[in-house]
């Protein structure tokens, strides 16, 4: 029934050689890779705007100069990853450009930032589309946990039944978003040109910080979420059309103008219609109902933040499992993160980010209000961590180009300049958690590296000697004497001319008709009754075979416990767990070998 | 740790041998027997009054005739059972004289009813008595739920420990009891016939019934549960000293006696002081404040009241073990519960019996005018069937002599008629659940029974030609080459000459890295590499052990599996459950033996 289940939600399974690829040209590849920063958008400006407000509504006038310091930002790390792109022809992600160029540990700590990173894209998205959806219904608001908890189940499903990050799937929603946004942008210009501009309601917001210099950086850190995702490209260089690494670079700077165009015009937008942030409504949703009106445009500008935000949901859950599978076939990770699902999608790494994402989204309320201090720190530290990498790969070239280093380096420095802002502005508002958890990440990677190391070697063959093992003695746990034991008995004469029965003295009279029955039914198998003062099985039995391990016969002792296999489960609370409690008794004893016969009913 | 953990809590475990019998006289033996009985005096008289009050205060002058009415059932009782225990000299409990004289389903029913009944004084038991700490403190009135789960939670350490029913300690508590009941009736007797009472406040009660005959039967019904407990002394005659018979049954009177007694004086003092019930409140309580004030003769009815009731908690204890052991070693109840413990008592009973009366006390807030509804049915339908049963012991006597059967017949119908007035009058109040119980639990017994002895039959050698093993066919699972395997090979050799290694491709290059090295390792053992085309290890695996079934080589087909067994438990995390998951699946085909070889890192 759970496997019948299993097969309507997840569909039957793929077969290996089913795997296909499609190969994506720049139009696609700009809708695969680009929704996950593009649907920054949707938070970015907000997130300035909720910080500097906290220094009174003045303060927001400072949102659009903020907001084209961070486009800038854009800019510098997107002609780096353009440069890497191209010195990475087959892929260059964080972990591997860091490990390649700087080393192992480097490498590890830019894995451990990214997996959080991931899991906080999930949060982070999912909340920001709920939020969109509840904007527009804000009947729905009270039920914002409930749908984050549904929403990110639904994308699990999705992945789970091996959705594709396919140009198809991806083409229409990315590019309803950026026609959404710029018709939004557009229309809020020519209010603004046309002079028909009708300011938000002005709230009144009580100051509870002054404005200093470290407020300000705050804003600007909060902002930094814009950032996330522009990596996307230059991960995934193979999945282009050839010559991969141009069509990879071009689509990376079309989504970075973009992503920067949509960026400050939205922060003007808030800037001329004064727009207060609000929990139950968005800044993207105020602006919309200033520009348009409560109407179809209204909500289509809704409907379209709300699908790239799931879309970019869904990038995190291709990426964790992707490196996650990558660190474990490293060593790093468990194993099993590698083992791919029945529709060839790597499972257990979609089904541990939708359990963590899901855990914080409860824990945080569904808030990306709540969520955005524990963001970009680990976004920042892999880029930080890449373009110091790249500095390193120039460097080890025979006749280093200047121009490559003083771009990646400029990347690195910017970048690593922005990680501390971001680390020290945030830290006692959330980031100190994830500042924390990425050394512990990296110490669980090593101690796991250590793990399949250390197994590697003492299985290695390497100067081993073949193991002689001779005839080895057979012990029979025998309690009556009936189909079953007979059974046991015969499997045990097949294997070793050395069989021993074994019972344990509990009751004198049972052990008397035993020995009786016992003399005329198996006469060439000794019987050794173990006393058991105490009326334990397993402590005369343990004693038992501690004593013939002294005496060290054979490399092996085997023992054999008849088993009989009930026809209902429930049946089995009906009879004593003996064989299960002397398997994992024996468990841990080298040299110990149990074996059930089952005697089916 | 665990285990020392145990020590502490359970001391260390006992010899069988050690088991000690003590022979108890009649005063011990009233100790050890009567207190469950006569600590139904601590709420008798209060749960009659529960019910008439809600006709109005002054319906209450009826519950000194409806107690005289119940101690008149007492009488007709004790001397039945006075009968049972000369025809019954090594113990006549209901299950065995039902089971005896009327057949097995009159005997289950009677076994059910009773296992009810333990569970039942249980709960009332530990309610009353936290019920008379609370009324002497009512600081710790909000606590009684947690202070109920703790003090069965202390009795169930005592049993499992081994707390046997000794004299030592029953004497003291009871006959403390015994003496400040008579203490507290001679001196509301004296105060009435000085003329000094001072009758308890007048509450206004709204009557929310009328006085009708049924509410007058409900009210006699839970004054019933004044007899639970009085067929103690039958079921533990062989703890007397000889002439056990007589000793039991001059116990036996003498318990009567004090119980008809104190009940009845209770009720006379409760109406003339006019004791209207309350929650917080209990009747005896108010009732020795109304005569002593509240000094330190109070307190020591209240101390003297809770300490009975807790002996009575842990003559259920004693009780439902033994009936399960014996009902287990009947073969209607799981075997496990006739298994002796440690401390040479039937611990899995101990264990049921605190669980199941924990969540009834939770349930039902540790309320006794709560539970009291379903108290009763049990004992009284224990009590009919068993007195019908000693009716017919006497008729297939040779010459019956006819006050026997008359004095049994006398038992057997009037506990019957009760039996229907509690059944008809509590039903809609918590007695369905009982009845609606009852019958289940005689179904599982008979489930059980009937497994019992169909294993029975299937496992016997009666006729069966003893099986002819030849030499079976071995299969290994290799994943690789390396020490582990090595092991479990050489293992595989030495049990049988015909041995094949299995491995499953899941990635061709692996696979032709091991066929290479194998052909260097085992050339005398050949490799099958099968097919896996989802990535599927034991879906093969599984077909083609069904192939070989089908050319039916050999009785058994064993599977060997290397295993190797990491030093830390969270290392298991790190290494694919291939062992378990074959193990799991072969569990349930006939003829399958898995092998795992260890190999201890």
Redesign the interface.
Known sequence: MASSLKRIILGQ?????AEKHERLGKISGLAVFASDALSSVAYGTEEILWILVTAGTAALTLGLPLMVGIVALVVIVAISYWQTIHAYPSGGGAYIVAKDNLGTLPGLIAGAALLIDYVLTVAVSTAAGVAAITSAFPLLYPWRVTLCVLSVIGVTIANLRGLRESGRLFTIPTYWFIGSMFLLILAGLWRVLSGTVQPLPAEHVTATHTLTIFLVLRAFSSGCATLTGIEAVSNGIPAFRQPEPRNASITLAWMAGILGGTSVGMAFLAHVYGAIPRETDTVVSMLARGIFGENLLYFNIQMATALILFLAVNTSFQDFPRLSSILAKDGFM???MA??G?RLVFSNGILILAAVSIVLLIMFQGSVNALIPLYAVGVFLSFTLSQAGMVRHWLKEERPAPHHILLNGLGAVSTGVVLLVIASTKFTHGAWMVIILIPIIVLVFLR?HR??H???E????AG?A???????PVVVLVAG????V??AL??A????PNVTALTVDLDPTQTTKLRLRWAE?EPDVPLVVLES????ILRPLLEYIDRMERQGEGR?L?VVLPE???SHWW?H????QTALLVKAAL??R????????????
Chains 1, 2 share one sequence.
């Open positions: 399974p793929l077969a290996t050689a468990p194993r099993q083992n791919r029945d796991i793990h399949y250390l197994v590697a003492r299985l290695s063959l081993a073949r193991p002689r093992i001779g005839k080895n004497i009936h189909k079953g007979v059974e015969e499997y004469k097949s294997i070793s039914w003062p105490y009326r334990s092996y085997t009989f296999i009930p049946e609370f009906l009879h004593n468990l841990f080298p040299g110990k070998v149990t074996v059930s016969v089952p005697y089916h009913l």
